[in-house]
């Protein structure tokens, strides 16, 4: 024996039911009441909608430029640094940075790799050329930290 989803309501006990039956007919409270069904309904479907479509792009990874810059972090993450301890280069500074010191540091980049250089005198500006010693690798060897030597 099925069991109907929806056991049939007469049409008094809808109109009590109804919260749009004040002021209106019988017949304008059930029409109104009939049309809070679809609506509610609709509304579910678009939370779903959305839900679903927010996990797929989840499961998914973003976008192909997401996924792009993704792989090439990675990528960085795991060669190794195109300088070593010790090592003189040449810079452009890029932009400068406030350490968490308070510290204005400028950061140049050797082959793409970033450094941040400390002791940057504040005659420098974005775009001059520095010569650097580099003093250590930061944390998970991505970047570099580096002192200024002279402005070239």
């Known amino acids: 024996m099925s069991v109907p989803l929806f056991p049939p309501v007469s049409s008094s006990r809808a109109v009590a039911d109804c919260p749009a039956r004040i002021g209106t007919s019988k017949t304008q409270a059930l029409s109104d009441c009939d049309m809070l069904g679809p609506a509610v309904a609709g509304g579910g479907v678009l939370v779903a909608l959305v839900l679903v479509s927010w996990l797929f792009k989840r499961v998914r990874g973003g976008s192909a430029d997401e ?3 993704r792989a090439r972090h990675r990528a960085a993450q795991e060669r ?3 300088v070593d301890i ?3 280069e040449e810079v452009a500074i890029r932009e400068f940075s406030d350490h968490h010191s308070g510290e204005r540091r400028a950061v140049g980049k050797v082959e793409g790799f970033v450094v941040f ?8 500006e974005v775009t001059d050329v520095i010569r650097i010693k580099i003093l250590s690798y930061n944390r998970g060897h991505t970047s570099a930290t580096a002192t200024h030597l002279e402005t070239v």
Not at 117 to 124: F, H, L, R, T, Y
């Open 80 to 82: 190794d640094p195109p």
């Open 86 to 88: 010790g090592d003189v």
């Open 67 to 69: 996924q792009q810059s």
């Open 117 to 124: 250089v400390e002791d940057v005198p504040d005659a420098c």
